[in-house]
């Protein structure tokens, strides 16, 4: 018998050591950024500052790291830096690396936001179609159409979506976030720059905006659609060939009601993880795809960082996207267990 | 002919003679399905690149020729010749190279980590498991492409470093994959008869369990080749991989950028290459997945 008391006690149980998991994970997130930064680089002052850096800028950086102190302590020190949102000056912007990710970051994420968008709303459809049409002729399209997806260098197609539509066709505007006479016209005010126009009334730049989007947007959509229609499609094999569907069919249910109503309900569940996880990689995707579209985003600000040898905005935007990866997972997890009668 | 049946040689021909029946068996499902054999063609005409480029190559992918800069595609230059004049045709020949040690480098060191770590943990449980498997969630837990551009940051560029970096990325599924079959395994009567016996915990994790992932281990390695080509192509892309003047694809498509709307083969050519590649690698890791995939095949 569980008395109520005890099964809230069990909750809560589940719930602490839950999040001891996630405090772990993002500890050890944090000892690889520091082992990266500091232990590997034969001499990390310079990875920050670079070779040609005066003498007096080097003891400072020397100093402010405490490489003076043991492993350890420095370990310590990072720590308690980064919990308090100091992740160091960038030398290449000569701000605060937070400043830098907290500006950069909207544009990621709107993109890749729009991005998961095109895959869900596309790739579950498609998967479903394919599990229906299972070996039939929709499901050999989409399969292809998925392994195409998976085996394409984004970097490329972008720059041949460029060459292709920007280009030769003019359908869309070319790499950046607008055209140069509408940047900062905008008051920022989300940090996204279609929420800021739409509600600022700036119709023209909001669809200058989308011009500028479209194709970035679309490559990263088909990008997450791949993942997603694939999982749909095995997800959904396993639910098509399950007795309560056939049950439902038996029944009287029409086919539209079986395959969707009960077995894509179903497959729901483990959906929700398949497009977190996606979502994730949409970050991943995004640091190429930002470099070929000049995107004002946290991909394009680590890809210009590296070429400044500014390791702590290299490693402070690695931090942050892997902080976003870590709650992500936390929130597929939860869903799961909100959703899913059995998990509770 | 002998009377009495040799009692040593006799099982080893069985076992031969069923191991080649099986093999048989294997390739006759694997050719039942066409983009399986595309997948293994494109592999094979991969590994023959490799191996003849000298003889494929039409031009020294190395020597510039200044005055056939940027050339087009044509009779003398069949894909057309990039901003030094070097001919892209053979230097993606050559580019194959690269890519496959590459992918060498990346799967010989971390399919064999992530199987110890994982092999490791399962068969010991308790806080070695928790321990290790923390460690694989915290590599999970940050996207591939930068945490290995980290890595490269922090090592310097080149392509032993690339393929490090990585192999620090891609051990962890090895690494989830071993421990589950491990936890399997562990617990298993001839594994609980074989310790009993007195074997080591050693003995157990090498002969008992690793050789039971190894099917799984196959399958994922051959997906994870188009996943590391992609990888070691952006790496290059990006300029942190293979150093000019190598003629690693990804770094190819990286100076042809800034020619593409004018002279747009300088970097499309070679994101064909790799896209093809990719392509062949995760059709054949689809074909063998169907084939070997215990899981699936109960299914059917």
Known sequence: MTTPASRSLRLLFGLASWLLTVAITLLGLAALTFFIGRVLPIDPVISIVGEKAPKAVYDRVFLELGLDKPVWAQFFDYITKILRGDFGTSFATNRPVLTDLLNFFPATLELSTIGLLLGVVLGVPMGVASAYWHEKWPDHVIRVVGLVGYSVPIFWLGLVGLFVFYYRLGWVAGPGQLDVFYVGVVDRWTGSILLDSALQGEWEIFFNAISHMALPAVLLGYYSLAYISRMTRSVMLDQLNSEYVLTARLKGASEFRAVVGHALRNAAIPLVTVIALSYGGLLEGSVLIETIFSWPGIGNYIYSSLFAADMNAVLGGTLLVGVVFVFLNMLSDVLYRTLDPRAR | ?300
Request: charged share 15%; proline share 6%; glycine share 8%.
């Open chain 2, 1 to 300: 002919m002998t009377l009495a049946a040799d009692p040593i040689a006799d099982p080893k021909r069985a076992l031969r003679a069923a191991r080649w029946a099986e093999f048989r068996s294997f390739a006759r499902r694997f050719l039942r399905n066409p983009l399986g054999v595309v997948g293994l063609v494109i592999v094979i005409a991969l590994l023959l690149c490799a191996a003849l480029a000298p003889i494929l190559a039409t031009h020294d992918p190395y020597l510039p020729t200044l005055t056939d800069r940027l050339a087009a595609p044509g009779a003398e230059y069949w894909f057309g010749a990039d901003e030094l004049g070097r001919d892209i045709y053979s230097r993606i020949i050559y580019g194959s190279r690269l890519t496959l040690l590459i992918v060498a480098l990346v799967i010989v060191t971390s399919a064999p980590v992530g199987l110890v770590i994982g092999a490791v943990a399962g068969n010991y449980g308790g806080w070695i498991d928790r321990i290790f498997m923390r460690i694989t969630d915290v590599f999970l837990a940050i996207p591939k492409l930068l945490l290995a551009l980290a890595f490269v940051a922090a090592l310097g560029p080149g392509i032993v470093n690339a393929a490090l970096a990585i192999t620090l990325t891609a051990w962890p599924p090895y690494a989830r994959l071993a421990r589950a079959e491990a936890l399997v395994v562990r617990n298993s009567d001839y594994v609980n008869a074989i310790r009993l016996a007195g074997a080591s915990d050693f003995h157990i994790i090498v002969f008992h369990i690793m050789p039971m992932c190894l099917s799984s281990v196959i399958v994922r390695m051959t997906f994870d080749m188009a996943g590391i080509i992609l990888t070691a192509a952006g790496l290059g892309f990006i300029g942190l991989g293979a150093q000019p003047p190598l003629p690693e694809w990804g770094a190819m498509i990286s100076t042809g950028r800034k020619f593409i709307f004018d002279q747009w083969w300088v970097a499309t050519v070679p994101g064909f290459a790799i896209f093809i590649v990719s392509l062949g690698f995760n059709l054949l890791g689809d074909a063998m997945r169907d084939l070997l995939d215990p899981h699936l095949r109960q299914r059917r």
